[in-house]
């Protein structure tokens, strides 16, 4: 077990708060440690139908890219994980979900960050008028599960919850 010793920098953003700390290792030695503290998050896998999903296009800033991945965003103070993607969906999409079942939860970067994200499936979708936040979201996009499948052999789609949440509900092979 390692045992934090001091905090040697610090920075706080809006979405969360990153620590360099000075640690006691189990050797008995002291090293450092990155470690960020960012709220839970939540995903969802929307299914149009049995054989389409729908995923959203967004600039990813730390990759330089744009990505297609699956709905998503950080669960709100007060607020449960199923509430977040209820939400998020509406707002990333422009749909609600008449079902959502909850699939798995992980931590995506557990060497650094407490971080968890928790998986749904979403089904009986249909379209409510709320504007999708442009901020974010340059298009939403309804994916085939064959172009899904052919997306992954070209790794074209490099999200890890999207992988995750696909490869789990046996979307792709």
Known sequence: MEKKIRTIASL????????LDEVLLQNNQTGQ??????PEASAIIPFVSEKEI?????????LGRETLEIPAGKVDPGETPEQCIRRELKEETGHEAGRIEWVYTFAPALGYS???????????LRKVDTKIDEKE???VEKISLDELKRMFRERVILD???????LLMRVLP
């Open 12 to 19: 706080s953003t809006r979405s969360f708060s990153a620590y």
């Open 33 to 38: 440690r990155m470690r960020i503290d960012h």
């Open 54 to 62: 729908l995923m959203v296009r967004q600039y990813r800033y730390a």
């Open 114 to 124: 407490n971080e968890l994200i928790h998986l749904y499936s979403g089904h009986g």
């Open 137 to 139: 979201i340059a298009s």
């Open 160 to 166: 890890s919850k999207t992988l995750l949440g696909l």
